[in-house]
């Protein structure tokens, strides 16, 4: 078997691509294709290798497994198949009113003669999928209009759980007979929002009938007729085990860089494991036994998609990964395709060539990381991380040869024509050594209060480890230079940059050190095309605090989530256990556990907010506005933050309330050419004081909670532009987007290039994707300049400031600033999807061509936060003095529940405010304070 890239041959028959970019590569790679690696034998010890070809013509019995033939491919590379299309709900062609789909009487070809074909070739068949909201149309009832304007499916709980049953037991009964027997499924694809506010509470992040606005979910909208709209995910599951012997999977996307999804995912698949194991010990449920005779979970396998391109923060996604097997289920990564960025439309796809070998030797290194971190993490015997009961377990392409249906994304061009990106997954190792690149990933060392701290990253322009380091509670700077960072051999510190410049630490607000080093230069070939051996890593250090979430829908009071972040480690706090009634609240067991959140951790727990704790001084754990997570004002950009761009010049007054409007990534137009071109669309929302508050999608009823959607959340991540100028030395921000729309990866904000429709009167369309509102690829970094944006000063009072991108092109330096305009309508709902629930919307926000940022529009950040608080601030002006001296002081004796109770007066947290508190506050003010 080959394994290494060590055999030297003669590459006379090799195919033109390898000579133009395999380099040094291509005299150490096979000339005869019949000894190309396979896939599936590389990684036997690892995990099933899958492609989407389910066809009976590729497992025919005289198909030779070889290179010269999709079949023949099919067979070399792969031991795991799953369906693209063929399975999805709308394969059951007439929906519940007919008892007779095709796929029960026909077997003399289609699907059960395709399943029936792999089996027989022992090729692992996982179906795709038994729910999903999209490619749907029956599964339930298709959405109508009803009397009120609404838009949902006229099913409601009873009859929407009946149909579940039905329709999962006729499926998943009859793909559990052989000869179609399928190995796995798909039980849920896809019912997760983007980036939920409060993981932990995975009830409330889950798809809605409303929320999102595209793509909800009709199976939580029936199910909330009646009934508990999250019901349906654990009856699909348990319907599912009761009706098939086959390995159960839950399918998602976008959770590869967005933890609060991968958070909520991992708390229900905990919960639901949980919870069916006591069905079964009740008698309610049937217990399946693994191969080594121990008890099957319900869902036995998270699947992570990965639609992604070269952005792909690696050390994200193996953060993703660590936390799935956490649970105890087995990850499959299920869809496969890393693009190149190409920064071209869908139709202007370019078929492999010469032209392409630049992209494709970036292409390479990517996957030779993503396969390298596959393998430490595999669930087979050669896997590393022991400490979990899963692993890897299935790697699948959604396709196997390029354009394919994420641009030019896969390890082969055409049949018979291996790309780099083969060769880089047969062997990662090899070949990152090869590109002069570390073959495991970057450990450093990092010394800080008498700790070392061991942290890796992948490297590269788009990794960026980060870790959270507690400070003691009186620090006020932290003090963190090169002197404190021990960097592998060749690697040597580039830059520190610190955030904020003095590195303060208050609660609630940390300083984040970002510590860039870089190693010795890649291979020429490599470093010609702009692969990078750098190493970042984002330290943020802070002091710990207790941050609430609203009352969520799922909590009975008064028990509440609560986030502790920046553990001290010994600080004990009274968890209460739960369990889960039949209305769908959690509630006490009457069971409680004293325990200490890891330190430097974070944890969410379910706590009492009246429970008195012993912490450290300043310390706030009662439950209050300030503590109260809100999407609050922030004056400063930080790493790994989700904001809303909210315009500070439009604020209006609507019913007694202040309203202004923030940023929104719609996929339609929110402004009508040739006046004025298409832009990014607006949303109103609620602002009282610093906090911002959602509204309810004006689709919706009241029975829908009032959440920010996924399109009103933006990820800024640090980015340079290639722009040459005044601004090239200054770091700035790409702004993404987390939405399923036509794509699933995400999508950066810039500015159109100029094409027909982009652009009016000076004003530049504000896009997300390359075709103006249609599927296309993401931004190329040639064009960063279109997507960097840069800032004015933040407002230290009222956090205003303006946001512009700046290009050089052309010899002239050019500002396009963002401007909102108030022209224009979004529609208030897309004829064209039958289950978009988008909210109708007038104007929107453009680039403006100006000659400098003050032509924009003054925004606002929000940043979903508690808000940061100063030790003895009592009156809560960010400010130690006498007046906080006289605030607690007017409090003395008052206890928690009272009036005139001040949360922040209590400084010990006993609940009572007394004179040890007067006194603890007194020691804090400034030496020389004199309060009368």
Not at 491 to 508: H, K, L, N
Not at 542 to 548: D, K, L, N, Y
Request: aromatic share 10%.
């Amino acid at each position: 078997m080959f394994s290494s890239f060590d055999i030297k041959r003669v590459c006379l028959a090799m195919p033109a691509l390898f000579a133009a970019a395999g380099g040094a590569l291509a005299a150490e790679r096979p000339a005869n294709p019949a000894d190309w690696p396979a896939l599936k034998d590389v990684y036997k010890n690892h995990f099933f290798i899958g492609s989407t070809n389910l066809s009976a013509s590729n497992f025919a019995a005289g198909v030779v497994p070889g290179e010269n033939s999709v079949a023949a491919m099919t067979l070399k590379h792969f031991n795991a198949v799953t369906p693209s299309n063929a399975m999805k709900p709308d394969f059951w062609n007439g929906g519940s009113s007919n008892p007779s789909p095709s796929f029960l009487t026909n077997f003399s070809n289609g699907i059960n003669v395709d399943i029936a074909a792999a089996n027989a070739r022992g090729v692992k068949v996982t179906g795709h999928t038994l729910l999903w909201h999209n490619q749907s149309g029956q599964w339930p009832a298709p959405n109508v209009l009803t009397p009120n304007g609404g838009w949902e499916t006229p099913w409601d709980y009873a009859m929407a759980r009946s149909n579940l049953e039905y329709y999962i037991r006729t499926v998943a009964g009859h793909f559990d007979k052989e000869p179609q027997k399928t190995y796995a499924w798909d039980v849920v694809n896809e019912a997760f929002k983007d980036n939920p506010d409060n993981p932990h509470d995975w009830r409330s992040a889950l798809r809605s009938g409303y929320s999102p606005e595209e793509r909800p979910s009709r199976w939580a909208q029936a199910y909330a007729k009646g009934g508990k709209s999250w019901d349906y995910m654990y009856d699909a599951f348990f319907f599912a085990r009761q009706n098939t012997t086959a390995i159960l999977n839950y399918n998602d996307f976008n959770d590869n860089e967005r933890a609060s999804k991968a958070t909520a995912i991992a708390s229900m698949v905990k919960e639901f494991n949980e919870r069916y194991a006591a069905d079964v010990a009740a008698g309610r449920a049937r217990q399946l036994l693994d191969a080594r005779g121990q008890p099957r979970p319900l869902v036995d396998v998270i699947g992570t998609q990965g639609h992604w391109d070269m952005r792909l923060n690696m050390d994200a996604f193996e953060r993703t990964i660590r936390t799935y097997l956490e649970t105890g289920a087995n990850v499959d990564l299920t869809e496969l395709d890393l693009a190149p960025t190409l920064g071209l439309d869908k139709g202007q796809r370019i078929q492999n060539g010469p032209e392409m070998n630049e992209l494709f030797l970036e292409q390479g290194v990517q996957y030779a990381k993503l396969f390298s971190l596959l393998k430490e993490y595999a669930a087979g015997s050669a896997g590393r991380h022991p400490e979990f009961k899963g692993g890897v377990h299935r790697v699948t392409w959604w396709g196997m040869t390029d354009p394919g249906y994420h641009t030019n994304g896969y390890p082969w061009s055409a049949v018979g024509q291996p790309k780099e990106a083969f060769w880089a997954a047969a062997n990662p190792e090899q070949y990152l050594a090869d590109a002069g690149l570390p073959t495991n990933g970057v450990t450093a060392s990092f010394r800080y209060g008498g700790e070392t701290f061991k942290v890796r990253t992948w490297g590269g322009r788009n990794a960026q480890a980060m870790i959270d380091i507690a400070v003691p509670a009186g620090t006020k700077n932290v003090s963190f230079n090169a002197d404190n960072v021990v960097l592998p051999a060749g690697f040597a510190v580039e830059r520190i940059q610190y955030s904020p410049a003095d590195c303060a630490v208050i609660p609630g607000k940390p300083c984040h050190v970002t510590v860039t080093a870089r190693g010795a230069d890649p291979a020429p070939a490599y470093k010609a095309v702009g692969v990078e051996n750098t190493a970042t890593f984002v330290l943020s250090f802070g002091q710990m605090a207790v941050s609430w979430f609203p009352e969520g829908n799922t909590l009975e009071a008064p028990l509440s989530y609560a986030e502790v972040r920046f553990s001290d480690g010994v600080t004990r706090f009274k968890q209460y256990k739960t369990y889960y009634g039949g209305d769908g609240l959690a509630r006490a067991t009457g069971a409680t556990e004293l325990k200490a959140v890891p330190r430097h951790g974070r944890q969410t727990l379910v706590l009492k907010s009246q429970d008195p704790i012993t912490g450290p001084a300043g310390l706030r754990f009662a439950k209050d506005a300030t503590t109260e997570k809100a999407w609050r004002v922030v004056k400063r950009i930080e790493p790994g933050r989700t904001y809303m761009v909210v315009s500070a010049e439009s604020s209006f007054q609507d019913g007694g309330e202040s309203k202004g409007f923030a940023l929104t990534n719609r996929t339609k137009p929110a402004t009508t050419a040739p006046a004025v071109p298409e832009s990014l669309s607006r949303t109103p929302v609620v602002l009282r004081g610093d906090t911002l508050w959602p509204l309810r999608n004006a689709n919706a009823p009241e029975t829908e909670p009032a959440l920010a959607q996924d399109n009103l959340k933006f990820m800024f991540e640090a980015a340079r532009s290639p722009a040459a100028g005044p601004y090239a030395a200054q770091e700035g921000h790409t702004m993404l987007a987390y939405i399923h729309g036509t794509n699933v990866y995400p999508h950066v904000v810039f500015r159109g290039n100029g094409a027909t429709g982009t652009v009016a009167g000076g004003q530049h369309s504000l896009i997300t994707r390359q075709t103006n509102g249609a599927e296309g690829s993401q931004i190329a970094e040639r064009a960063l300049d279109q997507a960097v944006w840069f800032h004015t000063p933040i407002d230290a009072g009222s956090g205003e400031m303006k946001m512009f991108l700046f290009s050089g092109r052309g010899g002239s330096n050019q500002h396009y600033a963002l401007k909102e305009v108030d022209s224009g309508v979004t529609p208030n709902r897309d004829g064209g999807n039958a289950i978009s629930q988008r909210q109708g919307a007038t104007g929107g926000f453009v680039a403006l061509q100006a000659a400098g940022p003050d032509a924009g529009t003054r925004v606002k950040l929000y940043a979903y936060d508690m808000a940061a608080y100063v030790s003895g601030d009592v009156n809560g002006d960010s400010v130690l003095n006498c007046g906080d001296l006289s605030a607690a002081t007017a409090s003395v004796g008052k206890r928690s529940g009272q009036p005139g109770f001040v949360p922040a007066a209590d400084f010990d947290q006993n609940g009572v405010v007394d004179i040890r508190d007067i006194a603890a506050i007194s020691r804090l003010l400034p030496v020389g304070t004199t309060c009368r």
